[in-house]
T-cell receptor
Framework: GAVVSQHPSWVICKSGTSVKIECRSL??????MFWYRQFPKQSLMLMAT?????????EQGVEKDKFLINHASLTLSTLTVTSAHPEDSSFYIC?????????????FGPGTRLTVT | GQNIDQPTEMTATEGAIVQINCTYQ??????LFWYQQHAGEAPTFLSY??LDGLEEKGRFSSFLSRSKGYSYLLLKELQMKDSASYLC??????????WGAGTKLIIKP
């Protein structure tokens, strides 16, 4: 159990366009979802935390108008990169937590590789 | 501030043992995690320690000393497939993970 999926697994888009990444919890209700970004040879950087039905909490330095997060249901959160630029090219990973398990348990999606040309 | 330190890179020989150290400073503490990450993939969970001591799980063991803010991951009988980055992460009082930069482990035959 506790499987998290992401779609798409990779995407290439042109500069100036928007890209939406979906994160789904397949067999549990994700009360909290986390969005991370990882640049090559660097560790994960938390971008934002979202709780179902409420606005996401963004980390310092992350533009909320550029990275739109929606956590509309207990099984789906989306990250939309608006007006993408080459510097947004990165590996985006979501993770999810559920109230049904211990607070420390966090389940990761497989990641989405975004390349902006 | 919150900080995680771990070596950038380590090299070991197939069949040998390697210990990857991690020191942490967080606002509150709710446990220490180790994840394995192969290139281009998401992290996979290896271990979780919240009490002092050693947790053994097959070829992998993880140790925690809360008083010293220190943990290590011990990998035995190294295999080539163990070549990966190993991420240390501490959970703070808000149950948020604070990540280290990762240790790239290179296994040589």
């Amino acid at each position: 159990g506790a499987v998290v999926s992401q779609h798409p697994s990779w995407v290439i888009c042109k500069s100036g366009t928007s890209v939406k990444i979906e994160c789904r919890s397949l067999d549990f209700q994700a009360t909290t979802m986390f969005w991370y970004r990882q640049f090559p040879k660097q560790s994960l950087m938390l971008m934002a935390t979202s709780n179902e039905g409420s606005k996401a909490t963004y980390e310092q330095g992350v533009e909320k108008d550029k990275f739109l997060i929606n956590h509309a249901s207990l099984t789906l959160s989306t990250l939309t990169v608006t007006s993408a630029h080459p510097e947004d090219s990165s590996f985006y990973i979501c993770s999810a937590r559920t109230e049904d398990r211990e607070a420390y348990e966090q389940y990761f999606g497989p990641g989405t590789r975004l390349t902006v040309t | 501030g919150q900080n995680i330190d771990q070596p950038t890179e380590m090299t070991a020989t197939e069949g040998a043992i390697v210990q990857i150290n991690c020191t942490y400073q967080t606002s509150g503490f709710n446990g220490l995690f180790w994840y394995q990450q192969h290139a281009g993939e998401a992290p996979t969970f290896l271990s979780y320690n919240v009490l002092d001591g050693l947790e053994e799980k097959g070829r992998f063991s993880s140790f925690l000393s809360r008083s010293k803010g220190y943990s290590y991951l011990l990998l035995k009988e190294l295999q080539m497939k163990d070549s990966a980055s190993y991420l240390c992460a501490a959970m703070d009082s808000n149950y948020q993970l604070i990540w280290g930069a990762g240790t790239k482990l290179i296994i040589k035959p």
